[in-house]
């Protein structure tokens, strides 16, 4: 293993750790909806064990709330699941907007508390592109994390994928504000350096932009 | 007189439903999303016990305890954490909190430790009239 991937894959166990928590207070939240519901029902049927009649449409209320939450559940286990097999294979055939969708979806709280809304602009036809799947998401997320430190006032930043022809991607992060064409990026060299992408600061649209290949060749 | 709660949580149907459950046992009970709107509603009214949330939007559960302590040091904070590790509990204490309860809560524990709350608060602010008391006394010198 060179120094480059060693580095890379201690940072990343830490990122791994990171996401794990965020999902599990997800998780928890929607557990403890759940709990409070069922709760609810068992207080409804000691009163109505004590001759309190039942209200049918408070009991359709609480069974709407839990299949809710189960379906939230789902999504988010659905989601830990794709996360978690994104280190399965060096190289991995990845469709680049679902990639990213599935990350803001795991790191939403995390940028919630930092009171960033941050999405992924729709395009066109998605993007497939082969790479090394966990460590794309890792830098995004390294991205991001920079990215809330230097959101505009709109405090809202936008992830939006462009054809770099002839066999590159550009993914845009938008939504940056005092950024200096000159600021330091080397902070990310070696997870650039493993997915054989670059970045570059675009003053102009107030982005800072991962060029990458359509595939790397391992 | 019943015992009044504040429940501060981002989840609405979390708070709607624990503060039914919690009215149902007779204790009156106010409920918000926003860290923000706790902060306000503290302003104008008093409670027994604040049960916070402790990782929200906009603004950290730790930060809401230190601001709701520096303004109401008699105030009962009990935090609700989805976090597995007891660390940031333990932070909370720390920083002022009565009490910490991992999510999903237990009711009838969560209420045992509103009612330690209550009763403690009652104690703090017996204690800080006797003073003001004894202020007065001494400072107008019957």
Excluded: Y
């Excluded at chain 1, 005092?178 to 990310?188: F, G, H, K, R, Y």
């Excluded at chain 1, 493993?194 to 800072?208: C, Y």
């Excluded at chain 2, 602010?125 to 107008?140: A, D, G, M, N």
Aim: net charge negative.
């Amino acid at each position: 293993m060179t120094d480059t991937m060693n580095r890379a894959a201690i940072d990343g166990l830490r990122f791994f750790g990171r996401m794990s928590a965020a999902i599990s207070h997800d998780l928890k939240n929607t557990l403890s909806i759940m709990n409070e519901s069922a709760g609810l029902l068992e207080d409804l049927a000691l009163l109505t064990e004590k001759g309190r009649p039942l209200d049918p449409q408070r009991v359709h209320q609480l069974g709407a709330t839990i299949k809710r939450q189960i379906q939230r559940n789902d999504g988010m286990v659905r989601n830990m699941n794709r996360f978690a097999h994104s280190v399965d294979d060096p190289l991995k055939e990845v469709g680049l907007a679902a990639h990213l969708e599935m990350l803001l979806a795991i790191c939403r709280r995390l940028t919630d508390a930092r009171g960033i809304a941050v999405s992924v602009a729709p395009c066109h036809a998605e993007v497939s592109i082969v790479t090394r799947p966990f460590f794309l998401l890792h830098l995004v997320w390294l991205l991001l994390e920079w990215g809330m430190e230097h959101a505009g006032s709109g405090k809202q930043l936008v992830l939006e994928i462009e054809p770099f022809p002839p066999s590159f991607v550009r993914m845009l992060c938008r939504g940056l504000e005092t950024l200096s064409a000159d600021a330091s990026l080397s902070q990310w060299n070696d997870l650039l350096s493993l997915l054989e992408a670059r970045m570059e600061i675009t003053v102009d649209r107030q982005a800072v932009a991962v060029v990458m290949p359509l595939r790397i060749d391992g | 007189m019943s015992i009044k709660v504040l429940l501060v949580d981002d989840e609405k149907e979390f708070v709607d439903l624990l503060g039914e459950r919690m009215t149902a046992r007779g204790m009156e009970v106010n409920t918000t999303t926003s860290a923000a709107d706790a902060l306000r509603i503290t302003e104008d009214q008093s409670f027994d016990a604040i049960v916070l949330d402790l990782m929200m939007p906009e603004m950290d559960g730790i930060q809401v305890l230190k601001t709701l302590k520096a303004k109401h040091p008699e105030l009962q904070v009990i935090l609700l954490t989805g976090h597995g590790s007891i660390e940031r509990g333990v932070e909370a204490m720390r920083q002022g909190a009565m009490d910490f309860i991992e999510k999903p809560a237990d009711l009838e524990v969560l209420t045992e430790k509103i009612r330690k709350a209550q009763a403690r608060k009652m104690i703090l602010v017996e204690r800080k009239v006797e003073e003001e008391v004894r202020e007065i006394l001494i400072s107008k010198a019957w």
